[in-house]
């Protein structure tokens, strides 16, 4: 049994969420009889048209088509104008009569591009949900609508980032119930990528359109349409090395469109922000066949600490040729290039207890919390690069086949400074450097996507192949400075520089060594089959096989390898929704599988197997009120089982059978309540605890496991009076309970304190151009996140933007 226990932040953000959950019961509505009217929306070419906006003319009844270009309204009987319209798309009207009781279907509603700008997620209107995505292609690797899928995942819209004034990916998951930042990206070659906790455990960003795209720096936001957050394990169809058991992280990409147009954009703000950037789309030919899109950006900003900084650029092209209405063939690339000296992480000495250092709270340490505590010389020069390519081949009216290529490749080499806190008032100053450090992952994924009937059941299916090659070539290597006081007037901190540890390196004193070069080929195979028992009752099923060779380590000096072994693993999932109300409410329940492949054998000499994951999951879904309220509830429990643990009888061997087990609620609102007012918030709480697992740890959170309670809120508002159209303002912020980053018997307990942090816009949208001011964090207040460690995070922060469209 789940024991939930808040205080009084934690219940005031409670309220927020369940007054916002209520609000359709205080909503009239006439008590004519009403009917439905639903059709689909395609593009010039015969596509589906995503996010357009659809209206019943002199009625309050709007909605937006998914991504399979469907949609339904609801209205009382009678003749109306169907309005159909889109940024960088000619407004159509089409007569519809509605009967009571019966649905309207209108066919053949195709609408064309003009010039009036970008193709692209800005809905145009204030009477829609603008933040809501009711259809995904990725997380089922096939089309599938949000109450049509078994499984929870929370989908980031463009229109949020840009309202929200945010230019990072690392910043736009905040709006992810349950998904909590760790560790900020360093941008270190085969690492660097910011490190989330998600249902209990440790999640990353390694996914791009459904394949692997790992960014190793911090990712600019510049090339993103949405951001989808998949929640639970999730190895069927996406395999064990980009996802964990709390779920994983899918950047969707903007794509190019069959019209000229563009925007420019330029934010500046404190702590010397400056960025500029720009999204320019174009046809290279007359017939619209080769369609080429840039985005590209640049952003020079220093830390809140006196000598952090951070200089990137961000080039993504992208290329789409169609070759007919049955193939065309895509290539995009996405390019970052950075140099930082990083913001100051603390650790905690090895073998040092949480009594020897004196506290067991990160506020109760003597930190300078805007002090670096070493030279703006020791950064580092990264690079992460990712290509892709895809061939999309229309089979039949029943079957396509889509055949992917990904290479994403990391370089990083320069310094990496951090502290490791040895009282409440001293730290020793280390460094971690990588030296020409590279990771190249390689991808190669062909899946056939079928949609036919058997009988009178719907089938939906991929069946799909998938190479995942790793080629690691990585060289870290560190030591240490010295001691320094936390705080001092006297002491010479800027000592602690590039001239100073360069020498020391220079002369061969290395601390340590840490060559990292190997490679990984894992072979899998997977099929997944969606299907309608009737038309509200779907079932789903898959299984994926995955072959692991790993060829072990080489040995620099001698370039023999170790440690190689070779492992085979299944993962099934399956899914079961049934409509309640069709098309509005779901109710849903899933079993889904994750592992980890383990090397090694126990005393007796029998190999390990993969550690595996096993998650139940139910809740409810609803889409309602003529979509004005989304929402997911849910109820998860996750098992981990073979464990790896030290065996108590044997030292230096380690025994398969420990286990962990995480459990937790949910809650997710995208609402808008009235004309103009848009609304995401979300409530997650996790019990997550080891068990069967060492003296030391047996029965406590896992220190990586984050705060047991998160909360996030945002609420718009959009003038509606006729000279304040365009003008609209935001407030909103992020809750999190106390933190236990280090949490053992031995070590003792070491806390992140709580904290609520709010975040407010303004902004002024006339289509042609856009002005939005924002403050984050505008109570100023200090905070840490934590990977096992006490990372200071960003304080108030103003930032002003202007974009220009064309």
């Not at 794509?255 to 999204?279: C, H, K, M, W």
């Not at 450090?437 to 059941?457: A, H, L, P, R, Y």
């Amino acid at each position: 049994m789940i024991k939930l226990s808040t205080n009084k932040s934690t219940q005031f953000l409670i309220y927020i969420l369940a007054a916002v959950l209520s609000f359709g019961s205080t909503v009239s509505y006439a008590q004519t009889p009403k009917g439905t009217v639903k059709g689909k929306v395609i593009n010039a070419e015969g596509k589906a048209a995503d996010n357009v906006t659809v209206s019943l003319k002199s009625t309050g009844s709007v909605t937006v088509t998914g991504e399979d270009g469907i949609f339904s309204l609801k209205a009382p009987a009678g003749n109306y104008k169907l309005s159909i319209s889109h940024v960088g798309m000619q407004t159509k009207e089409v007569d519809v009569e509605i009967t009571a009781g019966k649905t309207t279907v209108v066919n053949d509603l195709t609408i064309s591009l003009n010039s009036s700008g970008l193709q692209e997620v800005t809905v145009k209107g204030d009477k829609v949900n603008r933040f809501k995505r009711k259809v995904s292609t990725d997380v089922a690797k096939m089309p599938l609508a949000n109450l049509e899928n078994a499984q929870s995942y929370t989908s980031i819209s463009r229109e949020l980032l840009t309202e929200q004034n945010l230019f990072t990916a690392d910043e736009a998951v905040k709006n992810v119930s349950g998904l909590q930042k760790m560790w900020d990206a360093t941008g270190r070659g085969g690492d660097g990528g910011s490190y989330y906790t998600l249902r209990g455990f440790v999640v990353q960003t390694q996914l791009r359109n459904g394949v692997a795209g790992n960014v190793t720096n911090s990712i600019d936001a510049i090339n993103l349409d949405r951001i989808e957050v998949i929640k639970g394990p999730s190895a069927t169809l996406f395999g064990s090395a980009v996802t964990s058991y709390g779920g994983l992280i899918n950047r969707v990409t903007k794509q190019p469109f069959d019209n000229t147009a563009g925007e420019i954009t330029y934010t500046g703000g404190s702590y010397g922000l400056s960025r500029v950037s720009a999204d320019v789309n174009t046809p290279l030919d007359a017939q619209k066949k080769v369609l080429f899109r840039l985005n590209t950006a640049y952003t020079n900003q220093n830390s809140f600490q006196d000598n952090g900084f951070s200089k990137s650029v961000a080039v993504a092209p992208s290329l789409l040729y169609r070759v007919s209405d049955k193939l065309s063939f895509q290539a995009e690339a996405e390019l970052f290039f950075g140099r930082n000296a990083l913001n100051t992480f603390y650790f905690f000495p090895y073998g040092q207890t949480i009594a020897q250092l004196g506290v067991s709270r990160a506020d109760d340490l003597n930190i300078d919390y805007t002090r670096s505590y070493y030279d703006k010389s020791l950064s580092q020069r990264s690079r992460s690069a990712n290509y892709f390519a895809q061939m999309n081949y229309k089979i039949s009216n029943s079957w396509k086949s889509t055949t992917s290529f990904t290479s994403a490749s990391s370089f990083s080499n320069g310094f990496g400074p951090y502290l490791y806190l040895i009282s409440k008032d001293s730290v020793s100053l280390n460094d971690q450097s990588t030296r020409n450090s590279k990771s190249t992952t390689t991808e190669v994924q062909q899946n056939f996507n079928g949609d036919f009937k058997i009988g009178k059941m719907r089938n939906r299916m991929v069946i799909g192949l998938d190479y995942y090659h790793v080629n690691s070539n990585q060289f870290f290597f560190g030591s240490s400075f010295g001691n320094a006081p936390l705080q001092s007037s006297t002491f010479n901190y800027s000592n602690f520089n590039k001239a100073n540890f360069g020498a020391i390196y220079d002369a061969g004193n290395y601390g340590f060594t840490y060559p990292l070069i190997y490679t990984s080929n894992t072979y899998s195979a997977y099929v997944s089959d969606v299907f309608n028992i009737t038309d509200r009752l779907i079932a789903s099923a898959a299984l994926r096989v995955d072959r692991f060779d790993y060829t072990g380590v080489e040995d620099a000096s001698t370039g023999i390898k170790s440690g190689g072994y070779k492992q085979t693993a299944w993962s099934p999932k399956f899914g079961l929704v049934y409509q309640l109300v069709k098309d509005h409410v779901s109710l849903f329940g899933n079993y889904q599988n994750g592992f980890k492949n383990q090397p090694g054998a126990d005393f007796a000499g029998n190999a390990f197997k993969p550690e595996q994951a096993n998650q139940i999951e139910g809740g409810v879904k609803l889409d309602v009120f003529d979509g004005k309220l989304s929402s997911t509830l849910s109820y998860y429990d996750i098992k981990v089982k073979d464990i790896l643990r030290a065996d108590p009888a044997h030292p230096n061997f380690s025994i398969q059978n420990g286990t962990q087990v995480s459990k937790g609620l949910e809650a997710e609102v995208i609402a808008n309540p009235l004309t103009g007012l848009n609304v995401v918030a979300g409530f997650a709480y996790n019990d997550s605890k080891y068990i069967n697992s060492s003296a030391d740890v047996d029965g406590l959170r896992p220190g990586v496991a984050g705060s047991p309670y998160t909360a996030n809120l945002w609420v718009s508002y959009r003038l509606q009076a006729p000279k304040l159209k365009g003008l609209g303002v935001g407030f909103g912020g992020n809750y999190t309970s106390d933190n236990k980053v280090i949490n053992s018997r031995s070590q003792g307990v070491f806390i992140l304190p709580s904290y609520t942090i709010l975040n407010s816009t303004v902004f002024y949208d006339k289509g042609v151009y856009r002005i939005g001011l924002s403050c984050n964090n505008f109570t100023n207040k200090e905070y840490y996140t934590g990977y096992s460690s006490v990372n200071p995070q960003m304080l108030r922060q103003y930032l002003a933007s202007f974009a220009f469209r064309f």
